[in-house]
Structures are given as C-alpha cells and as structure tokens.
C-alpha cells in the first residue's frame, strides 16, 4: 500500500539530498583554486538509481571558468539551494500525507 | 544520510573562509610592522585552500560518498621585497635611513575580506538549507 508511490518519493528525496551535498560542496569550494562545479544528472539518475546506492557524479557544463581554474557560479548554487529545499519539502508532505492516510486506515478513520 | 554530511560540508567551508578572514585582518593589523620574532618586517600571509576528499572519513568507510569539503592547505607568505620609506629618524632605519615597510595594498586586503565574508554568508545559507530539509524530514513520523 504505501510502497507504490512512497518507494518513489523517497528516492526523489535521497536524490534532492544528495544533490544537496553536492551544492553544498560547491559553495564550501567557490574559492578552491581548479575546483570544477559537481553535479548529477537528475533525470537520468532518478530513472536508473538503484535504492541505496549512490548517484553518479558529473561536472557541470557550460559553466564560466576563472582564471584559477574554478568555475564555481554562485548564483546558481544558491538557486539549486533553494530549489533543492523547496522540492524535498514538497516530497516529504507528500509522503507524511501518505502515511496519514494509512494511519488512518488503521485506525478505522477515527484517527484524525 | 547524506543530509548531515552536507552540514559538515557547509561547515568545512565556513571554518575555511573564517580563516582566510583572521589571516586578512592578520594583514591589516600588521601593514606597518616592522619587527617581527623572524627579524625584518612583516610579510603578509595568504591561505590555498584545497578541497577535501573526504568531510567525515567514518562514513566513507561504509558508503561512498559523493561531495567534497575545503579546507586550507598551506598558508604562504608573502616573499617579494619589501617596501622602502626613507625615515632616518625611525629605529628599524638601515644605514643609509631606509625603513623596511610590509609591501601591502589595504584595499587589496579589503576586497579579499569582503570576498570571504561573502563566501561565508554563502556556506551559512547551505546549512540553513539543509536543516531546513533536515527538519521537514522530521515532520514526516508527526
């Protein structure tokens, strides 16, 4: 019952959170002398990711490189901060409406 | 979870950036010095950073983690020559009344402290990210 949708959910979330780290290594490195922008590919990934297992990491393109070497954009990982932030909310009211409604269910809908 | 690995990321990079800051104001402090334990003046410091392979070696053990930390790898001092004011008066003056001075440009200094205190900012704003994310995750048993 909760596994259909629920399975899914929580790899988008692993996902999210991974990228997360990623972007959250980006920002630590936007100073790093030849640091490259880590990424993964999302789609890609959320199709193939086996459960449990780490994602894939790539080097972004299309990306500016300094004269240092470093081609870390700060614009966009802030905008993959917030919208990393806003998607994994969204899957985990997602997934606690979900296991509401099987509370519910067990408890003949006199729960909530 | 990768979520709180993300926190020690952010927070390698926050303690790497406050470095590069005290280093900067190090800087600052010292623009006139000219006695230092080494002998001479002054010379100005700066931070390399290097990113990290590995933030937390423990979990790495079990999972291969994606993302890397900073940290500040070397820290170098300035060797070009020093700045030479003609003051004969001043203890430190050489022979023909030269005083050695740090060769330093403050608003070099100052914009290299802004650009830290900005990449700060930046790696503060990642770790209320992912509490945020951290915390909603929570929510879900509530």
Redesign the interface.
Known sequence: MLNGISSNLERYMDLLSARQKLVASNIANADTPGYQTQDVDFQFEYASMIQGEQPQIIQAQGLKTKADGNNVDLDREARLLAENAVRFNVASTLLRGKIKLVQQAIQGGNGA | ???F???Q??A??MS??RT?AEMLVENMANAETTRTPQGGPYRRKDV????DTQASPFSAVF????????RVADVVEDTSAPELRYQPGHPDANADGYVAYPKMNPAEEMVDLL??SR?YQ??V??IS??K??IG??L????
């Not at chain 2, 390399?48 to 990113?51: A, E, L, T």
């Not at chain 2, 999972?63 to 900073?70: D, R």
């Open positions: 979870m990768s979520l690995s993300s926190l990321v952010a390698s990079g790497a950036q590069r390399v950073f290097s990113s999972q291969n983690e994606v993302g890397t930390g900073v650009n830290a990449s930046a790696n704003s990642a990210a992912v945020d994310m909603h995750s929510d879900i048993l509530k």
